[in-house]
């Protein structure tokens, strides 16, 4: 109980430690004016308050990632405490951070054409198709995963086939409906059900006193799986996600002030991972150990775990409200994660969203495939997904470092995350089933020499670039409203 209780401590004391020297390193500029005034379109481009955009951010990024991936990353035992503690505050939260004000400097660039800018124009197109794979993924699995979810808590009293296709009609409409029609006006409350459901099981593990094991550097995972690099693969959402800088420049065309920034992408990546603790903690501590945990998570999945667990921490009623917190975050992220591959798309097409039609053509055939994948189980996806989303964060890392190298700031802030999970991603997929199937040890090698090597590129490019005197910024076209 004492690691879980000073791990929430040190989570916050990070956002106001840590965050505020990342956000003086940065350098904001309050009097420039932002892309939601100099790109207005009153489709994706709008100012909105910073409280509704922190709301939005959170429910944005918080999928189902930070609960299933602290679900199955709290089969390590305690040692995931650790990664979700270090990588939100000096990882996770650092990412966001600066993907987020990257793209408000550069009129809400997505992460493809800030790839493009700071990494070569190659990796626009490469980062591009990534980009998509990423957000169809995390579209399927956020329809899959509260379909699942909705299809328990009623006992499959309605078809789990009419279930995903509601689903898919509300994602139809949040992603071409101007962002204030919907999404800025129901994320709130949606919101609101989040923090209840998230608070209320912290709450009932502490006043219960729930045996929440302390800290250890044992491997509990009952199969013996390395913590290297399965954890940090595992455990993304709440530690570190690719998937956020996908979510970040949607944010960035609302944003009002730069100085709002801190709190709404550094801030609420911290709130995340209290989130990705609370969950962890309750999977260690409600099922009698990993064993027990294990045995659930191969009978029914997470969405068995977060069922359990809600009922076991707040009984029926409270556990169905907690549920139904549950089943808002994976649909308010699947929902933008759609939105933001029709934003991608539109961008490298140069084709403009005011019209309906044309946010239709685009948005249709990613849903199209993204029904057929609902077909593929859903721990390959995960698999997929887990991979490809880390492989994105490694990118968005890069991308700053490159940025803060050519700006004569603290590159290393980003580069040391950078070069870490650059390693992990790597030896991952050459270890993987799903990749090079090399045995582990080879796979570290390799991954290390892998690393070595884009990381004397990286410096090769930031000092071409710094003496080329690349831009960083898009000069605002006017002031501010």
């Known amino acids: 109980m004492i690691t879980f209780l000073v791990s929430l401590a040190l989570l916050v004391l990070g956002y106001f ?61 305690p040692v995931a405490f650790i990664w979700i503690v270090a990588g939100c505050i000096f990882a996770g939260a650092v990412h966001d951070y600066l993907t987020g ?17 700071f990494l070569g124009k190659a990796m626009k197109h490469v980062v591009n198709a990534f980009a998509i794979l990423l957000l169809v993924l995390v579209g399927t699995v956020f329809v899959t995963s509260p379909a699942d979810l909705l299809f328990n808590l009623m006992d499959g009293w309605m078809g789990i086939g ?9 994602y ?26 998230a608070v209320g099981v912290g709450i009932s593990l502490v006043v219960t006193g729930a045996p929440i094991p302390e800290l250890t550097l044992t491997n509990m995972h009952p199969d013996n799986l390395p913590i290297f690099p ?7 959402c709440g530690a570190l996600s690719g998937f956020h800088a996908t979510q970040t420049p949607i944010i960035s065309r609302t944003t ?85 591959a029709r934003m991608i798309i539109a961008d490298y097409l140069n084709v403009g969203q005011a019209k309906i039609s044309s946010r239709l053509w ?11 994948l609902t077909k593929i189980d859903f721990n390959i996806l995960w698999r997929y997904f887990s991979w490809a989303n880390q492989s994105t964060a490694v990118i968005a890392l890069w991308v700053a470092s490159v940025y803060l190298f050519v700006a004569g700031k603290n590159y290393f802030v980003a580069m040391i995350p950078a070069v870490f999970m650059t390693m992990a991603t790597m030896t991952y997929i050459l270890n993987a089933q799903i990749g090079f199937n090399l045995p582990l040890n080879t796979s570290y090698y390799a991954g290390a020499v892998i690393t070595a090597v884009l990381t004397v590129l ?24």
């Open 17 to 77: 430690t840590y965050g505020k020297f990342i956000e003086r390193m940065f350098g904001v500029k309050e009097g420039r004016s932002t892309p939601a005034y100099t790109h207005r379109d009153g489709v994706d481009y709008l100012p909105m308050s910073e409280r509704k955009n922190s709301l939005i951010q959170l429910l944005n990024i918080a999928g189902v990632g930070p609960i299933f991936g602290p679900i199955m990353g709290a089969l390590y035992g």
């Open 101 to 117: 004000m990257i793209s408000i400097r550069n009129r809400g660039a997505h992460l493809p054409e800030l790839a493009g800018r």
């Open 162 to 170: 009419v279930i995903t296709g509601l689903i898919f009609a509300y």
């Open 172 to 197: 139809i409409l949040a992603t071409l409906l101007p962002i204030d029609k919907i999404i800025g006006r129901f994320y709130p409350i949606f919101g609101a059900l989040l923090i209840i459901s």
């Open 230 to 236: 399965l954890l940090f693969l595992t455990i993304s």
């Open 256 to 340: 009002e002030n730069e100085k709002q920034g801190r709190r709404i992408f550094y801030g609420m990546m911290i709130a995340e991972g209290m989130i990705a603790m609370i969950w962890a903690a309750a999977a260690m501590s409600l099922f009698q150990g990993p064993a027990g945990l294990n045995e659930l998570l191969a009978n029914g999945g997470p969405a068995a775990v977060v069922s359990e667990a809600s009922v076991l921490s707040l009984g029926a009623i409270g556990g169905t409200l907690t549920i139904l917190g549950v089943i808002v975050l994976p649909i308010t992220s699947g929902d933008t994660a759609f939105r933001s």
């Open 362 to 372: 685009i948005a249709l055939p990613l849903f199209v495939i993204s029904y057929a």
């Open 458 to 481: 990286f410096f090769k490019r930031a000092r071409r670039a710094k003496r080329n005197k690349l831009p960083l910024e898009e000069v605002p076209g006017r002031p501010a409203a």
